[in-house]
């Protein structure tokens, strides 16, 4: 099993900066795509920002310029950095991580989710 542990949220005024921290422990083989995700109330789960193995990001256009999103392999970590935070931003986060076990499956595995909250 593969366990995806979030941290770094909270509260902040708008124009303010949070980085999010993912950190992916456990039966890891290796790990193919990271991601965040972001689902407000009442709405669906949507992408914020993915980063594949080699490095290649990609980004929401609610997000471009404002969100960079990074990974260190060595730690199996992803990271979100939030610059310049705006009050639609607030919502709950979740990591996610395309990861393969010792016994080559790959799956997808979810993180608890953290909160971040932008005040105007």
């Known amino acids: 099993q593969v366990q995806l542990v979030e941290s770094g949220g909270g509260l902040v005024q708008a124009g303010g900066s949070l980085r999010l921290s993912c950190a992916a422990s456990?039966?890891?083989?290796?790990?193919?795509?990271m991601a965040w995700y972001c689902q407000a109330p009442g709405k669906q789960r949507e992408l914020v920002a993915v980063?594949?193995?080699?490095?290649?990001?990609n980004y929401a256009d609610s997000v471009k310029g404002r969100f960079t999103i990074s990974r260190e392999h060595a730690k199996n970590t992803v990271y979100l950095q939030m610059n310049s935070l705006k009050p639609e931003d607030t919502a709950v986060y979740y990591c996610?991580?395309?990861?393969?076990?010792?016994?080559?499956?790959?799956?997808?595995?979810w993180g608890q989710g953290t909160q971040v909250t932008v005040s105007s």
């Open positions: 996610n991580a395309n990861a393969v076990t010792y016994d080559l499956s790959a799956n997808d595995y």
């Open positions: 456990g039966n890891i083989f290796s790990i193919n795509d």
């Open positions: 980063i594949t193995r080699g490095g290649r990001t």
